[in-house]
């Protein structure tokens, strides 16, 4: 969908044209798993699915939102009132990015807004990042916030964080708000520097959904997080950012042996992702292949976030790919999607192989994405 149909839908609700429009993507991770929470790096890349927003400023303190995806979930609050969790989930991502802005004291005013989404749901692709970074772009221009991307990424983590209870980091957010086109962002976590890195024209980037069930993925992710914390705690780190695995085998015994498999993954991870971005930037693919296979395995064994079907998906790339290419599990995991890798003229066999082997084997439906890396997040007037 474009904007301008958007607009037509904006027109026939509220009586009037929007004067803003919004775009925000969804992401996938080439590498980089977990890492954003304990002040890592990472390597993620903005695709070609897009929340789009049109919208109009009102004059009094009222919100009115409406969702093309949900048409019969209507929202609408008061600013100048406690902003609660609604009626509606996908509503709550909206007021918890509006609450956060307001307890920061940003002079916002009221809004009527038209929401269209194309990220898929559910598949760990960040729709709800999308929808976050897509609603505090439209406040930032229309009330003349003067926020960064950064800041902005900063306002939909913490809206995950504090109305969602969700705690992740701040990588889905900052890829959104930033990401260029035709290119992956190295982004450092502890001070949201980043560096875009080229992705080779001849470079495929399949995303394939593994349909799982996700039940439990939040209390798991917390769960993740927890250990990290535990283990930076007992090495008296503040984060696994600033421990080495010497450092981390020197407290091998005060840590419970799972505590110590999640701290090990981070820290490998963080190398893994550097030198990832450097075989990238050098096209030197086979290299950046073998990372990306060990980054999977670090999270199967180590971490703990694959499941049979998306460890299923891999071994079913792999070996069509033969060594020509590199598939991983991407985003949170505990279902979601993986991430594939290879030249564009193996990608028919890729697609062969997973719709041939994955459904018999494990009674899912694959969706199969072919993507691009897209630009982040975009706002304008009509
Ligand atoms: C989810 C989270 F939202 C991110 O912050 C990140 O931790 C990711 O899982 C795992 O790398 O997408």
């Known amino acids: 969908m474009a904007h301008e149909a958007l607009a037509q839908a904006f027109t026939q609700h509220f009586g009037n044209a929007p004067t803003v429009k919004v775009s925000a993507p969804g992401r996938v991770n080439l590498i980089g798993e977990h ?63 509006v609450k956060e802005l307001m307890d920061a004291g940003a002079p916002l005013t009221g809004m009527d807004i038209a929401i269209s989404s194309d990220v898929p749901q559910g598949s760990g692709l960040s729709s709800s990042a999308a929808l976050e970074v897509a609603v505090g772009g439209l406040f930032n221009f229309s009330c003349n916030l003067g926020l960064t991307g950064a800041q902005i990424a900063r306002t939909g983590q913490l809206a995950e964080n504090n109305f969602i209870d969700c705690q992740c980091g701040i990588m889905d957010q900052l890829i959104s708000a930033e990401a260029q086109f035709h290119s992956a962002l190295l982004i450092d976590c502890m001070d949201l520097s980043t560096r875009a890195v080229a992705i080779p024209d001849d470079l495929a980037l399949l995303v394939i959904n593994s349909n799982y069930p996700r039940k439990l993925a939040d209390s798991d992710y917390n769960e993740r997080r927890l250990a990290c914390e535990q283990a930076a705690k007992v090495m008296g780190k503040s984060s696994l950012r600033h421990a080495t695995l010497d450092e981390l085998n020197a407290v091998k015994k005060e840590l419970s042996d799972t505590v110590f498999r999640r701290a090990k993954h981070v820290i490998t991870e963080n190398d893994r992702v550097l030198q990832a971005a450097n075989a990238l930037a050098q096209n030197e693919l086979d290299r950046l292949y073998a990372i990306m296979h060990e980054a999977h395995l670090s999270l199967k064994y180590d971490f703990e976030i694959t499941v049979p079907a998306t460890d299923g998906l891999v071994d079913i790339c792999m070996n069509a790919l033969a060594g020509k290419g590199a598939c991983r599990q991407t985003g949170g995991g505990f279902g979601g999607a993986v991430i594939c890798l290879c030249a564009k003229h193996d ?20 969706d199969i994405m072919l993507c691009e890396p897209h630009q982040g997040l975009c706002v304008g007037l009509f």
């Not at 990608?347 to 694959?366: G, T």
């Open 35 to 97: 890492t954003d929470y304990n002040e890592g790096f990472v390597l993620p890349c903005a695709l070609q699915f897009k929340t789009l927003i049109v919208a109009k400023p009102r004059e009094d303190t009222i919100i009115n939102a409406f969702s093309l995806q949900y048409p019969e979930a209507i929202e609408q609050f008061d600013i100048a009132e406690p902003i609660n969790p609604g009626l509606y989930p996908w509503g709550d991502y909206l007021r918890g990015v």
């Open 347 to 366: 990608v028919q066999r890729v697609i062969n192989a997973v719709n041939n082997e994955y459904e018999p084997r494990f009674k899912l439906h694959p």
